[in-house]
């Protein structure tokens, strides 16, 4: 069966400045989707940024990177130039092409801002 | 465009009460999803449909029921509501066909307290 794991339950990071979120997962599969979703406060959950794994190039949305590594099983998420706003939990989550479109959730990390 | 809409946002039970959790999408999407998300956890699939009239079991169906009479709703249903169920409800949504994305669109969530 398919996990995703989290490793680090919070992170802090200045604003203005850069951070990475940490995801690796374990699958058997070679062709899925991986995602990154924001939960602010408000609980409501907010797609950030979306890979295929059969594209090598990492995906990117504005101030949001992926570093994809998929021998390493690895799926980092930078944010740079961090703002206020970006203050929320951060889930990780897998979709296999044989899981009947399920998401596998990650614990999720907790990033703060520090104005 | 309304998106994703859940009612009730908050709602207190009492041990062995019955209700319904109401979840709408304007998206005309194929597939429908409830998760869970107990307090420092990622989301867990409770039931999934891929169509009007058609529902499968997620990762955890015990103490609920779904149906899907139309593309628009998709109401989860709780019988007999223990303690282990008080977490976050979300429903979500996606389109999946030939040329779609696939990315899974949320509601802003029910809390539900069973006491």
């Known amino acids: 069966a398919q996990t995703v794991t989290q490793s680090q339950p919070e992170m802090s990071v200045q604003e203005a400045e850069t951070v990475t979120l940490s995801c690796t997962y374990d699958?058997?599969?070679?062709?899925?989707?991986l995602f990154w979703y924001k939960q602010p406060p408000s609980r409501q959950m907010i797609l950030v940024i979306r890979q295929e794994a059969y594209k090598q190039q990492n995906a990117t949305e504005n101030r949001f990177s992926v570093n994809f590594q998929k021998a390493a099983k690895s799926f980092s998420l930078k944010i740079s130039d961090s703002q206020l706003g970006d203050a929320a939990m951060y889930f990780c989550a897998y979709r296999g092409m044989d899981s009947n479109y399920q998401l596998i959730w990650g614990a999720g990390t907790k990033l703060i801002i520090k104005p | 465009n309304a998106g994703v809409t859940q009612t009730p946002k908050f709602r207190i039970l009492k041990i062995g009460q019955s209700m319904t959790l109401q979840c709408a999408q304007d998206?005309?999407?194929?597939?429908m999803y409830w998760y869970r998300q107990d307090p420092g956890m990622g989301l867990k699939l409770i039931y999934y449909?891929?169509?009007?009239?058609?529902?499968d079991k997620g990762e955890v169906p015990n103490g609920y029921n779904v149906s899907r009479s139309t593309t628009e709703d998709f109401p989860l249903r709780l019988e007999l509501a223990a303690p282990s169920q008080t977490s976050v409800y979300f429903c979500a949504s996606s389109y999946f066909g030939t040329s779609s994305t696939d990315t899974q669109y949320f509601g802003p969530g029910t809390r539900l307290t069973v006491l």
């Open positions: 998206m005309n999407h194929n597939y």
């Open positions: 449909s891929v169509g009007a009239g058609i529902t």
């Open positions: 699958t058997s599969e070679s062709d899925y989707y």
